[in-house]
């Protein structure tokens, strides 16, 4: 199968005139889990933001064999499901059913079929008979895991996610680590959470101002102080 | 991320700069009503004001052409006296081929005013915001007498229109990322979108009553106690002064001349 | 990048003079009334609140969706703003965001601010919000009655305000009031829709979110004179509509019959341009675009309780 990405020589810049990107190109094979660090305003976001066609300037982004263009946005977004780190930005209905089935609804598919969906996703984040609970209301943790759920609602074959472990308490965290451990999904992770990074990733791509500084095994990485020291990282 | 609301205030070392935003706000304004309260077909006197225009854009230093660029935001609002010509009675100049309508003078003499008008205007009020922090100009409607109320509310709206406004974009952004099209598959409906549009206006609207609800907080712990209070900045000079009754004059030449004709 | 994606900022220009400043005093006072009531409503609350509140209604009047053929909905707000904190809050906050616009964006004007936001603040709330109490009265506070009437308000509060609009550049001489009546009437018939389906989607989502806000504009000052204030003013608003103010150029249309002679050699003589209470109504817009709203009115209220209960059943019938 192909769950792979395919990121060559992007390039991106806002409209400010701020350059966010400058020429970032890498590969992600079939089932690989890879940690994407570095310093606040690096890049990360605006990258992951290129994974799915929501921005999109100069290079050439695929995803599992398809380029990312206009006509091929709505392929796309069905391959690979993109979380955001304040997941209050991700629920936006009124209840955690509707949020979750949101995906698949706007897919088209039958209501059978996104039922079932739902129920799986909530299953797969350990929140089953959460379907009528108000989004709101949940917390921190919960929220986390609902924001995946309704991805995950997509079944993508690609998972990319921003943060996905910032401000949650240890409880929580240790419960998302474990989730992000079981799903089989080739997956993308932006973090500052080196110790997750440690224990989850085996190849970790670094960026710093809009360009990849190392792209290669976790464990290197972590020994090697100059580097990490050199970007604004800590050793776990 | 961040919303890209172009704020149009752009910082340079110009005598317009320098002023008193009241002084500015005051021009901006009469200028704008010189120009509504200019007769029909009166082209000289609109020559006139916009060569009062472009001196200003001089002075700001910004380019010639700024407003000018800017300018066409009105054109959407020309098709709401696009009939004009064609209603006003009067001696028919020409003729649509094919439609056999007809424009009149008067009709004509009065679109072009209208544009004309508003045209001007707009580009006065573009260079007024590129000449004034918006925080002054509110300084300035404040001092100038306008409810403190109301100006301290749009000054906090503001400060967190861009807060807002971000998380409007993430959660539109979070939308886009969910809706995926499978080939064949049928489109949601107007209601579903409707609906799902609302939603997220309500997901907004809780968050907003929180964060009010966490500013006040802030608020009350600093001593707020009801009321906004502000150091005063400014303080008319003597170029203030000169600048305000120059303006003042220069808008008033071209109407009374008119009168006395 | 479009700020305001409704077109019915009025920019400089295409009123005159005395109209806009008539406007401007017109708004003065509504203003006023409003900062008072909210202050008495809300205490020290006020300025923080409000100003937050505007700014989520500048960043909802972003969120669209798609309609057709690169088109989208979007909101307004007024009404919306009404049915939550009550018609005097729901003024000021959208003469914050009308000002914000007119200010910062020049998207509509400075002179004519003063109806903008008379149509954009004060109509949409009075009207969304006597609308919104009035059906319920009628219908009932079942949670289907409440959308049906909150959709109801939400399409009419755009339409008044279309109108006015309308009125105002007929009485400046912009636009023919019986060209420019039916325009506005049924473009904003259509976006009024959009602004319908989001007021009810947030609602909705309020609803199950949090019970008690939902009270909140129900419970507003005022409430009781804002149902007399919206009559006051859809009255004058009609009554201004058929007299001969809005009429300012009766002869511009006989001039285009003219002109194009054929209207007159080829239609019974009954059917004249003029607006005259004796002929068949279908030869007077402005009558006919009334008539026609009002239809209309009763129109979307019927649709929105019928679709409304066909939500609720299968909501409650589903999870």
Known sequence: MHHT??????????????????????????????????????GKSTLMLHLNGILRDRGEVRVCGTLVEEHTLGEIRSSVGLVFQDPDDQLFSPTVFDDVAFGPLYMGLPEADVRARVQRALEAVELRGYSDRVCHHLSGGEKKRVAIATVLSMDPEILVLDEPTAGLDPRARRSLIHLLHDLPQTMLVSTHDIPMVA?????????????????????????????????????? | MHYHLTDLYRLQPSFLHRLDPRVKLLAAFGYILAVSLTPEGTWWAFAFFFLLLLLATFLTRLGIFFTIRRSFIVLPFVLAALAVPFTSPGQVIWRIPGLNWGVSEPGLIRFLSIL???????????????????????????????????????GFMYRYLFVLADEATRMMRARASRSARVPGSRRRSLLWQGKAAGAMVGSLFLRAIERSERVYAAMLSRGYDGQMRSLTHFHMRAKDWISLVTVGLLLIVPLSVDWMV | MLFSLNEMHIPDGFLSTPVAIVGWALAFVFISVAIRQTKNQLGDRQVPLMGILAAFIFAAQAINFPIAAGTSGHLLGGALA??????????????????MQGLLFQDGGLLVMGWNIINMGVLTAFVGYATYSFVRRVTGDSTRSRLAAAFTGAWLSVEVAALATALQLAVSGTSPIQLGLPAMAGVHA????GEGLITVGALVLLQKASNGLLVEGENAPGRRSANIIAAGLLVALVVALFSPLASASPDGLEFVAEQNGFLDRALDPTYSILPDYTVPFIANPVLTTIVAVALGTLLVFVVAWFV???????????D
Not at chain 1, 6 to 35: H, M, N, W
């Open chain 1, 199 to 236: 224990e989850l990733f085996e190849r970790t791509v670094v960026i710093d101002e809009g360009e990849i500084v190392y792209d290669g095994s976790t464990q290197s990485l972590m020994t090697n102080r100059d580097l990490l020291a050199q970007h604004g990282l800590e050793a776990p």
């Open chain 3, 82 to 99: 009404a049915i939550l904190l009550g018609p005097w809050a729901a003024t000021l906050i959208m003469t914050a965001v009308i000002a």
């Open chain 1, 5 to 42: 990405i395919e990121v060559r020589d992007l390039q991106f810049t806002y409209p400010d005139g701020r350059a966010a990107l400058r020429g970032v190109s890498f590969y992600i094979a079939p089932g690989e889990k890879v940690a994407l660090v570095g310093p606040n305003g690096a």
């Open chain 3, 308 to 318: 409304g209960r066909n939500t609720t059943r299968s909501e409650a019938a589903g």
């Open chain 2, 116 to 154: 004309a008008r508003s045209w001007l205007a707009v580009q006065a009020a573009i260079l007024l915001t590129a000449v004034t922090q918006f925080q002054d100009l509110l300084w300035a409607l404040g001092s100038l007498r306008f409810p403190r109320v109301l100006v301290s509310t749009i």
């Open chain 3, 190 to 193: 259509l976006i009024g829709v």
